[in-house]
């Protein structure tokens, strides 16, 4: 397990998992509970670097059963699901502690958001840089190196920085123009 970066903790048996437990992968996802001849088996939930966490009961490896809950406590439904439906697209931190003041508008379900770094994306679970196609934690680690299909929906579907100036261009604006050249009759 070294070899590839994970770790365990736990009981063994003839060398292997077997029994309770606790698996580290390299990405610092860890599970936590029951193992069967080297494989998650019985009840465990798997943890996740950003808070969010998957229960469920195993047989030799998969997930037979199991339930969703994201790092604010929004637990993930199959049928019936209501968040976000086009219908009502607040934040759940919003739907659970009601709207923030006029001014203060919250761009993301975590108030205030990780600033992120210039020319970077956040796309949910850590900052991509698009020059190098990185994926960093938020905390700066290495997650992972994007391919194609992913660099292309966090380009365009996730939050960028602000690296470009924004607003009125006074060159441009009507109210700094002279009558002879303004479009304002």
């Not at 077997?18 to 610092?28: K, L």
């Not at 469920?56 to 209501?82: R, V």
């Amino acid at each position: 397990m070294e070899f590839i970066g994970s770790s365990y903790k736990g009981d063994t048996k003839n060398g292997r998992m077997e029994g309770n437990g606790q698996y580290t992968f390299p990405t610092e996802t860890q599970y936590v509970g029951e193992m069967k001849d080297g494989m998650f088996h019985g009840r465990g939930v798997l943890h996740f670097p950003n808070g969010s966490k998957y229960e469920a009961i195993w047989e030799n490896g998969i997930a037979k059963q199991g339930s969703f809950t994201f790092a604010d406590g929004l637990q993930y439904q199959e049928k019936d699901w209501d968040y976000c439906d086009g219908y009502d697209r607040r934040f759940y931190s919003e739907r659970c502690n009601g709207l923030r003041p006029a001014g203060e508008s919250q761009i993301t379900d975590l108030h205030p958001p990780h600033i992120i770094p210039d020319g970077c994306y956040n796309c949910g679970d850590g900052f991509y840089d698009p020059t190098t196609r990185v994926v960093t934690s938020y905390t700066g680690r290495f997650l992972r190196n994007a391919d194609d299909s992913e660099h292309e929906w966090i380009v365009r579907t996730c939050q960028k920085a602000w690296d470009e100036v924004v607003g009125i261009d006074p060159e441009e604006s009507a109210a700094t123009r002279s009558e002879e050249t303004s479009d304002i009759k």
